[in-house]
């Protein structure tokens, strides 16, 4: 069965900086998805990126982007010039085809004015 | 109302209560999922529903029981329920299963049994 691992439980960033959150992901499938969600706190979890694997190019929304290693099955998520609002639980997500969604324990990211 | 909406917010129920949670979409989505969000554990998907049917359901107990009258509206009906119950339920929809597809997630309920 596919797994996915974020092994960062928290993280903290200064205001204006870079952060970098992890993932790694375990599958025998070449062809998939992978997504990061964002949930802050008491509000509804929304997509922030997604990468297909059989694209070589690393996805980017904005301040977000991620580096996609297929070989090394792994997928980070880059926050630059990080806001006050970006403060929230992470999730790195996994989909192939039409199967569920398999969801990581999720990052705690705190950013610090 | 846009989007993902769930009611109630919040419910807290006995172990011997009946209650139900009510998913609503307004986009006009095929798919419809549940999740629970346990503190300290991943998201685990619970049941789908593809065009009102019922594609999936993960090992569910069955005092956990959806109910999808029309691809707009989902329901999870709950009943004799245990406190390892208690956890934010999250409903979900997206256009169609394949991967692609975002899925939008509503504000969730949150259920404590006492």
């Known amino acids: 069965a596919q797994t996915v691992t974020q092994s960062q439980p928290e993280m903290s960033v200064q205001e204006a900086e870079t952060v970098t959150l992890s993932c790694t992901y375990d599958t025998s499938e070449s062809d998939y998805y992978l997504f990061w969600y964002k949930q802050p706190p008491s509000r509804q979890m929304i997509l922030v990126i997604r990468?297909?694997?059989?694209?070589?190019q690393n996805a980017t929304e904005n301040r977000f982007s991620v580096n996609f290693q297929k070989a090394a099955k792994s997928f980070s998520l880059k926050i630059s010039d990080s806001q006050l609002g970006d403060a929230a639980m992470y999730f790195c997500a996994y989909m192939r085809g039409a199967q569920k969604l398999v969801f990581g324990q999720g990052t705690r990211l705190t950013i610090n004015p | 109302e846009t989007g993902v909406t769930q009611t109630p917010r919040h419910l807290v129920m006995g172990m011997t209560n009946k209650k139900s949670l009510k998913c609503e979409q307004h986009l006009g989505h095929n798919a419809m999922y549940w999740y629970k969000q346990s503190a300290k554990k991943p998201l685990e998907l619970m049941f789908v529903y593809s065009l009102e049917e019922r594609v999936e359901n993960n090992s569910v107990p069955s005092r956990f029981s959806p109910e999808c009258p029309n691809s707009s509206h989902l329901f999870l009906h709950l009943h004799t329920l245990q406190p390892e119950d208690s956890a934010l339920y999250l409903c979900?929809?997206?256009?169609?299963?394949?991967?692609?597809?975002?899925?939008?997630f509503g504000p969730g309920t949150r259920l404590t049994v006492t």
């Open positions: 990468q297909e694997a059989y694209k070589q």
């Open positions: 979900a929809s997206s256009q169609d299963r394949q991967g692609w597809y975002e899925q939008y």
